[in-house]
């Protein structure tokens, strides 16, 4: 494989960055071919989990209560059908809506199973506030966008990091250079949505872990890869504005999409 020097500098899109850590400290439908299952305490496998729009309404509940410090929030009963002991992976992503379509303004989630009734609001404002490639999401902008909730599931180690596929998995990649350890991931929709075939999803990712060497073959042969997949569902303000029937920041979404979480 030659030398991909046009992957120097790339986007990022879902991170799973070292800030993690700092979930431990704070008082944590778009479904792919398999649906994930949750685990319970025991860690037995339970009903088929899937994201759903209750899960995008609390992640709105919990950023505009933090924007506007109210001091009544809505009854986060939205996910009573959800036990407590229910864990999963899970990232949440924010977008923005810019002239004629959706962009990115914040993801962070965990590839490590959470408690999921409690980590849905945590990974919503961490994703909106702390995501440090962006600054923290402001009331103005609110109305302009549109949540995604994505449960990972069916982990998988790869044969290389190339054996997996578009718009089916997401992917992990873990390799060593010279001393130093690199790891990353893209969820399942990334490469589909940026048009990538393997070669070029791995070689993004790779960047995004933050090696800035030569891409080589040797190198790619190094990198350990596995794969999941995920139960996806987004909403815009819109939606949610319909949903709990009031406008709570008190104004209109000024943008006209037709599409649907």
């Avoid at 303004?105 to 440090?132: E, M, N, W």
């Avoid at 609110?142 to 054996?163: F, G, P, T």
Wanted: glycine residues 6%; aromatic residues 10%; contains cysteine.
């Amino acid at each position: 494989m030659k030398c991909h020097s046009a992957y120097r500098n790339l986007p990022t899109h879902c991170s799973i960055r070292r800030e993690f850590n700092t979930l431990q400290n704070m008082t944590n439908s778009d479904t792919f071919s398999s649906i994930p299952k949750a685990s319970n305490e025991e860690g037995k496998m339970d009903e088929p989990l899937i994201a759903t729009k209750e899960m995008c309404v609390l992640c709105f509940d919990v950023i505009i209560q933090l924007i506007q410090i109210e001091s009544q929030g809505r009854d986060q009963g939205v996910l009573e059908n959800i036990s407590e002991g229910v864990e999963c992976p899970l990232f949440v992503t924010w977008e923005k809506w810019h002239h004629s379509g959706f962009r990115l303004r914040g993801c962070i989630g965990t590839l490590a199973p959470r408690p999921l009734k409690a980590s849905i609001g945590q990974y919503a404002v961490t994703s909106a506030f702390r995501d440090s490639r962006f600054h923290p999401i402001r009331a103005d902008e609110v109305s302009k966008l549109r949540v995604a909730v994505s449960l990972l599931v069916n982990y998988e180690d790869c044969n290389n990091c190339y054996d997996w596929d578009v718009g089916v998995h997401g992917i992990i990649i873990k390799f060593y250079f010279e001393g130093n350890h690199y790891d990353g991931t893209f969820l399942p929709e990334v490469s589909e949505q940026q048009n990538w075939d393997q070669e070029e999803t791995v070689a993004h990712l790779v960047r995004k872990a933050g090696y800035r060497g030569d891409l080589s073959e040797s190198l790619f042969a190094s990198i350990h890869c596995s794969r999941y997949q995920s139960s996806k569902y987004r909403m815009t303000y819109k939606d949610y504005v319909k949903v709990i029937g009031r406008d709570p920041i008190g104004q209109a979404a000024n943008y006209d999409s037709n599409e649907k979480g």
